[in-house]
T-cell receptor, first 114, second 117 residues
Framework: DQQVKQNSPSLSVQEGRISILNCDYT??????FLWYKKYPAEGPTFLIS?????DKNEDGRFTVFLNKSAKHLSLHIVPSQPGDSAVYFC?????????????FGQGTILTVHP | EAGVTQFPSHSVIEKGQTVTLRCDPI?????LYWYRRVMGKEIKFLLH????????ESGMPNNRFLAERTGGTYSTLKVQPAELEDSGVYFC???????????????FGEGSRLTVL
């Protein structure tokens, strides 16, 4: 039973355009949602997070939107750069003492073409 | 400051053999986690240490896996005996005491790739 799903295995965009990565979840008890970025042969790196009590969080070129009624979140990257090419993982946690117990999606490979 | 380091980066063993993976967390981080990614699928939680104590080991697949964190510093994950389905990338992550952040931000190592033939 996969509680966090990323239905798009890959996404290709042109440099300068917007990248939109999507994620769906099933458990309404999740407290925080996160995006991690992963380059080949490296570990995941934290990118941005959002609390379940908010619907938007912005950090520079990265914005995460949360739609609790639809159990859906998305990551917007504007403008996209070739260096953004990586695997992006959506993750969720129940927070509290279990905040580090993350439930990950399968990842979306983002390719940004120059 | 050094990040999370893992050793070995890649291990190739035969079915039935034993492998021990090591993780050195960021100095001062009380929380240490093991995760695993199998065959390009999602990254799955294995267990969580707070200092030397196991806080949550609900993700450990079976009793062939043994994790330790003696002294609350580095941790080892032993697989004995290894099976074909144990192949994957094992990630270690650490974080400071929970009052620092409760948003799920973890610092991951580069992972140890295990191939069981």
């Amino acid at each position: 039973d996969q509680q966090v799903k990323q239905n798009s295995p890959s996404l290709s965009v042109q440099e300068g355009r917007i990248s939109i990565l999507n994620c769906d979840y099933t458990n309404s008890m999740f407290d925080y949602f996160l995006w991690y970025k992963k380059y080949p042969a490296e570990g995941p790196t934290f990118l941005i997070s959002i609390s379940s009590i908010k619907d938007k969080n912005e950090d520079g070129r990265f914005t995460v939107f949360l739609n609790k009624s639809a159990k859906h979140l998305s990551l917007h990257i504007v403008p996209s750069q070739p260096g953004d090419s990586a695997v992006y993982f959506c993750a969720a946690t129940f927070g509290g003492t279990s905040y580090g117990k993350l439930t990950f999606g399968q990842g979306t490979i983002l390719t940004v073409h120059p | 400051e050094a990040g999370v380091t893992q050793f070995p980066s890649h291990s190739v063993i035969e079915k039935g053999q034993t492998v021990t993976l090591r993780c050195d967390p960021i100095s001062g981080h009380d929380n240490l986690y093991w995760y695993r990614r199998v065959m390009g699928k999602e990254i799955k939680f294995l267990l969580h240490f707070v200092k030397e104590s196991k806080q949550d080991e609900s993700g450990m697949p079976n009793n062939r896996f043994l994790a330790e964190r003696t002294g609350g510093t580095y941790s080892t994950l032993k697989v004995q005996p290894a099976e074909l389905e144990d192949s994957g990338v094992y990630f270690c992550a650490s974080s400071p005491h929970r009052t620092y952040s409760n948003t799920g931000e973890l610092f991951f190592g580069e992972g140890s790739r295990l191939t069981v033939l």
